[in-house]
């Protein structure tokens, strides 16, 4: 194989496990959207993101990637978690009478 369609093979199959490690990650959020609703806790835990964000920075710095760019990513899937965490809520709300 070419030197350049080696490195994107590579590249391709770090994709596929990103990929797969959000969808396992959207997966566990979302039972903690349905822990919440049950139990109306609000979507959002600023403590809890304090924290996160901490530890991404020290990942980051660990990894050699630019902290920057980790809390950017970070704070893009939170903000994600948080409206499927309310459109959770709501639905439960919502949800037919029992
Ligand atoms: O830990 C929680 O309570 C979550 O809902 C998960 C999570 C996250 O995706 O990391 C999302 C929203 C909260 O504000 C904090 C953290």
Known sequence: MEPLEEMR????????????MFAERFKVTNKVGIFKAENQLVSKD???EKLQFERMTELAEQYGLDPEFAQS??????????????????????????
């Open 9 to 20: 093979k590579s590249i391709d199959n770090i994709d596929n496990a990103i990929v797969a």
């Open 46 to 48: 600023h403590e809890k």
């Open 73 to 98: 990513y970070l704070e893009a899937v939170i903000d994600r978690v948080v409206k499927n965490h309310e459109q959770i809520a709501r639905s439960y709300n919502d949800g037919p009478a029992t």
